[in-house]
C-alpha cells in the first residue's frame, strides 16, 4: 500500500485542466501545470525533482514566480546585489522575469519597518559596489515594497 501522500498524489485531478494524473508528476502530462503538492515544500529543494533542461520549457507562473522570489531572498541573505537574482533567474529560465514578480519577493507581503531599513541598507551597499545613483536604490526599494512606499529617512 502506498503512504497517504503518495495515494493522494496519484489520484489528484489537474488543478489547470482537471485531467486525473496518474502518479506523483510534478507536472501534468496533458497541459504541462505545475502540480505543486508534488514539489519538496522548500524551492531550493525543486531542483531536486525539476532538472535544469525542464526548466527552460516552464511556463507556469506558480513555479517561475516562487523561483524568483527564492533567488531574490538568496541574493538578499548573501549579501548580493539584486541584479545577482535577476541573473540567476535567467541562467535558470532563460526568460527575466516580470515585473510584477518583484513585490514582496524578499519580505512577502507584510514586511516590517526594520525589513524596510534592512533593505534600504543593502540597496545602498549594493548602489555604492555597482556605482549605481540613489534613484536606483529608490526604485528597486520600491520594487519591493511598492510604489507608494516612502524610502526611510537615512538615519
Ligand atoms: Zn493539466
Redesign the pocket.
Same mark, same amino acid.
Given at each position: 500500500m502506498l503512504p497517504d501522500r503518495d495515494r493522494e498524489l496519484t489520484f489528484a485531478p %489537474?488543478r =489547470?485542466?482537471h485531467?486525473w494524473v496518474p502518479g506523483p508528476a510534478w507536472r501534468?502530462p496533458? %497541459?504541462g =501545470?505545475a502540480r505543486l503538492e508534488a514539489l519538496p515544500a522548500a524551492v531550493a529543494d525543486w531542483s531536486s525533482v525539476i532538472t535544469d533542461q525542464d526548466w527552460l520549457t516552464i511556463d507556469d507562473e506558480a513555479l517561475l514566480k516562487p523561483l524568483f522570489a527564492h533567488f531574490r531572498r538568496q541574493a538578499y541573505d548573501r549579501g548580493l546585489g539584486p541584479i545577482v537574482a535577476d541573473r540567476a533567474f535567467f541562467r535558470q529560465t532563460g526568460r527575466v522575469p516580470d515585473r510584477r514578480w518583484y513585490l514582496g519577493s524578499t519580505f512577502g507581503d507584510r514586511p516590517t519597518a526594520a525589513d524596510q531599513r534592512a533593505y534600504q541598507t543593502y540597496l545602498l551597499a549594493a548602489a555604492h559596489r555597482a556605482a549605481k545613483p540613489l534613484t536606483w536604490a529608490i526604485e528597486q526599494f520600491q520594487q519591493e515594497f511598492g510604489p507608494h512606499c516612502p524610502w526611510p529617512k537615512p538615519p
Open positions: %489537474c =489547470a485542466c485531467v501534468c496533458e %497541459c =501545470a
